[in-house]
């Protein structure tokens, strides 16, 4: 258990940040009335969000190992424990997550007006799932949130998402379920093989057998590819971003999309690092398959979400590139895009929920021309959109700079391949720009819409000043994971050993 | 007091048998049922320790035994709580559908003690035959009249399977020259390379494979789970097949030594079951026939326990049944509330449940949840470590075959959650479900997150049973 590093000033902080969600969860069960679960919801984010700054500032960015580590006995018989920690490579997505959930609360203030207690109770219960998937250091830990997340989103879609409400949750739902299920079998295998362990620090880099290791790959690549979306298995994402309502969008965008990349980083790459270099090429590949076909469909689209979900495919075609491409910058500009990805594409799902408050309709033709009549809000709309395509000076440029630098180090011909894809997110955020703003000589009459409300100045400022703050200053940023994708690019290279050859054997 | 639960059951069939005499009207015969369904409950909890052999050793009292008893009395005490009303049942006959139900769940009792062939034989049709007689006892309105027919199926594989079980009691007489199972045991295990010593044990199980309705013994489930009354199904899918595991854990558990052709029917069992009963259930629309193919794939799970031939094993296959019966009545509870009338519960009439009734809607979602295995509840804990267990003894194929099947079924567990609250209700009067319909499944529910959340001291007390029965 070396690979924990307890806190002692801090000793619990990441069970409360897991735990004070679930709890107030269940405290809202009992009180049904909306305005206290819209008030309860916001004031049990916002604590959440305002304990879990101490992670940042006590966070030791020399220090390789898990911090804020707490160790439980949980199920002795099957040698489970409740293990939790976070390192440099989870840091920022926990962050991510409880500073957008308040956010995605007040985003719901007045979009949700049915069974406000119940849905709020599923933000709540969502906020801890996600928390405890980036924290959890225990594979069955870590499996039951990830799967038990799909319930409170599957009825966030479900009962508050749009016309075809139906046919996307089930489709989300069986996706991403029947793609983690070969995961099962693999913790079990994993299991079996380190001496009954579920600790997942201490499965990573042992001598599996290169066929288990291309099992286990195939496995791990299911379900996170799924997740991620990678092309060909996005087809969910853009049912399920459409039709849930705006809190659903930015959490799927912003948190849960993350998850997949953030499982190839922290499962596919330690415990397979042998199946990862032969096969890297192949995701490489899909990779930039995704960019281009996001880039494609998104400028086709004439519904904003799905202009949104196509260009996450694209976005997150991107941070896969980086993650696959196995060097300091291609990594270290991933889960920056993972972040950026997170801020922009959540701000974006959350500028369309407001037209559609007011329009009540996601076409692209009835929100043209509005800039006239709501200047606030295209003025958040253009920084939102000139961060989304990687414009200089906002956070996106950041990442995706550090990807393609990390790409060109890997190889031309690839980086090339991904240019067209940049080239693509600028063309449909500005066409979605253009018409939102100007639109033409046909545009519906507008003039009854009304601008931002204070409220949702304040749901979109913060997404702002992060859009600048990690566009002008992303250092600190950097520092934070550092060290840890430096130990994972090292060990991983440790392992590559013999493999390289054979894999260049068989690009060649 | 080693035979208290039995005696209070015998007693309790009595006092019902003389209301029956009387005239006593539907909701004075309800209060009794019920009382004395709490009263045999307890009488069971106060026998748990319990120790010693009766009737010539042919009835063993142990900690293995009285657990089951526990179970098998609570689960009575929910399902008499459930179906309460007893809507589809005429009122003239309520009295004699408690005695048969009081009688079968002492066959079923008498049966998890029975360690000798003939005790578990006469046991067994004790429970079989009340059992036989509740089905048809759906009132019906005489429109359709297929609680008969379900009647006839059920007895007639009910009886298919036990000639199957005596044959093979015989063989097992025959090699052995006992019919006390301990003396049986131990000299079949030197048997087990023999064809004969392996016949017999497959046709034993038969016996006990029909009752938890396992692959090839199946085919009466969805015509007897449609046919019968809502609580009597939700009767036959719970109770008997506590006291089906209870006694396939025991003669399982004899195998020892080379066993290996046993164990690859098992697994072909297993995965058959699944197979079919997840792929049958897809395409149901009555959720009665759904659950009753859901419960025949649920019974392949719990082989899977069973083939590892390991105390820990076996242990994953009692807290999966238990999980399994809880989790079941949870979804019986909802489908005797939302039927006003006692008909059958199509999948469609549930459409909009969330909004009738807020309480009963979650019950059901958690329920099938639980069902298909999702965690963090008791049915993902129980696949989970039937999964681990199977993994541990090398068998990767069927574990991966397993989970493909866990897969298959999100779907049609996920469907009837989607009706239940996606869809607009077609009808939008309010259920009322009564204060004692909501403590019980708000019982059930806690019950359900808690064996999934903490599951170790369950583990652990499944453990000391399954060990106490050596």
């Given at each position: 258990m070396d690979q924990l590093l307890f806190n002692p000033s801090y000793p619990h902080i990441l069970s409360t940040l897991i735990f004070l969600p679930l709890a107030g969860a269940l405290l809202l069960l009992f009180i049904n009335n909306d305005f206290f679960a819209r008030y309860w919801a916001l004031g049990i984010t916002a604590l959440t969000a305002v304990l879990s700054l101490p992670l940042v500032s006590a966070f030791d960015i020399s220090s390789t190992k898990f911090q804020f580590a707490e160790q439980v006995s949980w199920i002795d018989s099957l040698n489970i424990q409740y293990v939790i920690g976070v390192d440099g490579i989870s840091i920022l997505l926990v962050m991510l997550t409880t500073l957008i959930m308040p956010l995605c609360v007040l985003a719901s203030w007045t979009y949700i007006k049915t069974r406000v207690q119940p849905f709020m109770i599923c933000l709540l219960v969502m906020e801890t799932a996600m928390l405890g998937v980036f924290m959890a250091l225990d594979f069955v830990l870590f499996y039951i949130l990830w799967e038990a997340m799909l319930i409170p989103m599957y009825l966030l879609i479900g009962i508050w998402g749009g016309p075809r409400k139906i046919y996307a949750s089930i489709k989300f739902f069986l996706y991403t379920l029947a793609g983690s299920i070969m995961l099962l079998v693999g913790i079990i295998w994993l299991y079996k093989t380190n001496n009954y362990s579920f600790f997942i620090p201490d499965m990573m880099w042992k001598d599996y057998s290169l066929t288990a290791q291309i099992y286990l790959f195939i496995a791990f690549f299911l379900a996170f590819a799924i997740k991620v979306p990678m092309f060909p298995f996005h087809t969910w994402l853009p049912a399920a971003h459409v039709e849930a309502p705006t809190a659903g969008s930015v959490i799927l965008a912003s948190v849960l999309l993350k998850m997949g990349t953030y499982g190839f980083l922290r499962f596919a790459l330690p415990i397979t690092p042998e199946a990862t270099t032969l096969l890297m090429p192949y995701v490489l590949w899909l990779s930039i398959a995704g960019i281009i076909y996001g880039g494609f469909t998104a400028i086709a689209q004439h519904d904003m979400k799905k202009l949104i979900a196509y260009s996450s495919v694209g976005h997150m075609g991107f941070v896969t590139l980086g993650i696959f491409v196995l060097n300091i910058n291609g990594v270290e500009g991933a889960i920056l895009q993972m972040i950026n990805h997170g801020i922009t594409t959540g701000a974006l799902f959350l500028c369309v929920g407001m037209i559609y408050e007011r329009t009540h309709s996601r076409e692209l033709r009835s929100a043209t021309g509005v800039g006239k009549y709501m200047p606030v809000f295209v003025t958040f709309l253009a920084f939102f959109s000139l961060s989304s395509f990687g414009f200089p000076g906002t956070n996106s440029f950041v990442g995706e700079f550090m990807i393609l630098a990390g790409t060109f180090k890997y190889s031309t011909t690839l980086a090339l391949a991904a240019i067209p894809g940049a080239v693509l997110a600028a063309a449909y955020m500005l066409r979605m720009l253009q018409k939102i703003i100007w639109g033409g000589t046909d545009n519906p009459d507008q003039s009854w819409l009304t601008d931002l409300n204070m409220r949702e100045m304040v749901t979109l400022s913060p997404f702002l000043f992060f859009v600048f703050w990690i566009g002008l200053s992303p250092q600190p940023f950097i520092d934070l994971m550092h060290s840890s994708v430096v130990h994972l690019l090292e060990q991983f290279h440790a392992h590559q050993g013999q493999i390289v050859a054979a894999a260049d054997l068989i690009i060649r | 007091m080693q035979f208290l639960p039995e005696l209070a059951l015998l007693g309790a069939s009595l006092a019902i048998f003389l209301v029956s005499l009387g005239t006593a009207n539907a909701t004075k015969i309800k209060t009794i049922a019920m009382g004395l369904g709490g009263a045999v409950f307890v009488a069971a909890l106060l026998s748990i320790g319990a120790q010693g052999n009766l009737f010539y050793d042919s009835y063993k009292v142990d900690l293995y035994s009285q657990i089951f008893k526990i179970l098998i009395a609570g689960a009575m005490l929910v399902v008499l709580i459930l179906g309460r009303e007893l809507k589809d049942i005429k009122e003239t006959v309520h009295p004699e559908y408690y005695l048969f139900m009081f009688l079968g769940v002492l066959g079923l009792m008498m049966l998890v003690s029975s360690i000798e062939l003939l005790a578990i034989f006469i046991a067994l049709e004790l429970s079989s035959f009340a059992v036989y007689l509740m089905v048809p006892m759906r009132d019906d309105n005489g429109k359709n009249r297929f609680q008969m027919e379900a009647g006839i199926k059920y007895l007639l594989f009910g009886v298919t399977a036990t000639a199957f079980m005596l044959f093979g009691m015989s063989y097992m007489f025959g090699l052995t020259g006992s019919t006390h199972l301990p003396a049986v045991i131990s000299a079949l295990s030197q048997m087990y390379t023999q064809p004969a010593a392996v016949i017999a044990m497959m046709m034993v199980l038969a016996g006990f494979f029909y009752k938890l309705a396992l692959f090839p013994f199946h085919f009466w489930v969805p015509d007897v789970y449609e046919g019968a009354s809502n609580e009597t199904t939700a009767f036959i899918a719970s109770v008997p097949k506590l006291a089906a595991v209870a006694l396939l854990i025991r003669l399982v558990s004899?195998?020892?030594?080379?066993?290996q052709i046993i164990t690859t029917l098992l697994m072909v069992c297993a995965i058959l079951s699944m197979f079919y009963g997840n792929l049958s259930a897809l395409v149901q629309t009555d959720i009665k026939r759904m659950l009753g193919f859901s419960g025949i794939a649920h019974a392949g799970f719990i082989l899977l326990g069973l083939l590892t031939f390991q105390i820990t094993g076996y242990a994953n296959a009692l807290y999966y049944i238990i999980g399994y019966v809880i989790m079941n009545l949870a979804c019986f509870l909802v489908i005797c509330a939302v039927s006003s009338k006692g008909e059958n519960v199509q999948i469609s009439d549930l459409s909009g449940l969330h909004k009738r009734s807020p309480m009963l809607a979650l019950t059901l979602a958690i329920a099938l949840f639980a069902l298909a295995g999702i965690p963090p509840f008791v049915g993902f804990m129980g696949k989970f470590m039937l999964l681990a267990g199977a993994l541990k003894q090398g068998y990767l194929l069927l574990v991966i075959l397993a989970a493909i099947n866990t897969a298959i079924a999100i779907f049609y567990y996920l469907s009837v959650v989607r009706v239940t609250f996606c869809s607009e209700p077609e009808n939008t009067t309010p259920l009322s479900s009564s204060l004692f319909t909501n403590v019980t499944s708000v019982v059930l529910l806690l019950l359900i997150i808690v064996m999934g959340v903490v599951p170790q001291q369950f583990i652990d007390l499944a453990t000391i049973t399954v060990q106490s029965m050596r």
């Open positions: - | 004899m195998i020892t030594g080379d066993g």
